[in-house]
């Protein structure tokens, strides 16, 4: 019987490599906090304003909601009171403050903490704001402490009509707020605002700053 001849074996089948897709740049984590850069008072009579410095760390979120509780302390015990809620664009910088008549006379020193509501990607137009002239209203001197005014220009692509929160902070020769106030008013046609907020100082301040944002 004749001998059958074995089929050649076949050559190993190689595979081909499939591409690789790129891989997509990685995304850093937004840093979503708000800082409390600084806090104070101001008084003058039986009022007092508390005033707190935020910054928002975030650079492409909203902090919504956000709300500074204040707690005044006086000989003897303290008052704790709430601002309104407000919110900061990505990157703003907001002076936020809040009133207290009776209940914190004789203020000797302020405490504050933030709370954010929520987070919100993109933000509002950031209104710019400015250094302020103070003026001091009645009585300048011999008091335990002076209400005046804060003026200066505020810019921004604001739409007409728009509801502002304007606040005003005034520090001392060493950068401590001894005063602040705060006022609502409606942006009017144009880029640029001329304000005037009243404020309460606890001594005639060395500078101060006018900050603003819209309602929400």
């Given at each position: 019987?004749?001998?059958?001849?074995?089929?050649?074996?076949?050559?190993?089948?190689?595979?081909?490599?499939?591409?690789?897709?790129?891989?997509?740049?990685?995304?850093?984590?937004?840093?979503?906090?708000?800082?409390?850069?600084?806090?104070?008072?101001?008084?003058?009579?039986?009022?007092?304003?508390?005033?707190?410095?935020?910054?928002?760390?975030?650079?492409?979120?909203?902090?919504?909601?956000?709300?500074?509780?204040?707690?005044?302390?006086?000989?003897?015990?303290?008052?704790?009171?709430?601002?309104?809620?407000?919110?900061?664009?990505?990157?703003?910088?907001?002076?936020?403050?809040?009133?207290?008549?009776?209940?914190?006379?004789?203020?000797?020193?302020?405490?504050?903490?933030?709370?954010?509501?929520?987070?919100?990607?993109?933000?509002?137009?950031?209104?710019?704001?400015?250094?302020?002239?103070?003026?001091?209203?009645?009585?300048?001197?011999?008091?335990?402490?002076?209400?005046?005014?804060?003026?200066?220009?505020?810019?921004?692509?604001?739409?007409?009509?728009?509801?502002?929160?304007?606040?005003?902070?005034?520090?001392?020769?060493?950068g401590t707020i001894v005063g602040g106030g705060l006022m609502q008013s409606f942006w009017s046609d144009g880029s640029t605002?001329?304000?005037?907020?009243?404020?309460?100082?606890?001594?005639?301040?060395?500078?101060?700053?006018?900050?603003?944002?819209?309602?929400?």
């Amino acid at each position: 019987m004749p001998h059958s001849a074995s089929p050649a074996p076949s050559p190993p089948h190689t595979a081909t490599p499939s591409a690789t897709p790129p891989a997509s740049a990685s995304t850093v984590p937004d840093n979503e906090a708000v800082s409390l850069v600084a806090s104070g008072f101001g008084a003058y009579d039986l009022e007092v304003f508390p005033v707190s410095i935020l910054h928002n760390l975030a650079t492409a979120h909203t902090a919504t909601g956000v709300i500074v509780r204040f707690t005044v302390q006086f000989p003897g015990g303290s008052y704790a009171l709430s601002a309104e809620p407000v919110a900061l664009a990505p990157g703003e910088t907001l002076a936020v403050t809040a009133q207290c008549t009776d209940s914190c006379d004789g203020a000797a020193g302020v405490g504050a903490a933030v709370t954010v509501g929520g987070w919100a990607p993109g933000g509002p137009v950031v209104i710019a704001g400015s250094a302020g002239s103070y003026a001091c209203g009645s009585p300048c001197a011999g008091s335990p402490g002076y209400e005046g005014d804060v003026s200066g220009t505020l810019s921004g692509g604001v739409p007409d009509g728009t509801l502002i929160n304007v606040s005003a902070a005034c520090m001392d020769v060493a950068g401590t707020i001894v005063g602040g106030g705060l006022m609502q008013s409606f942006w009017s046609d144009g880029s640029t605002l001329s304000v005037t907020v009243p404020v309460l100082v606890t001594t005639p301040p060395a500078s101060c700053q006018l900050y603003a944002t819209e309602v929400s």
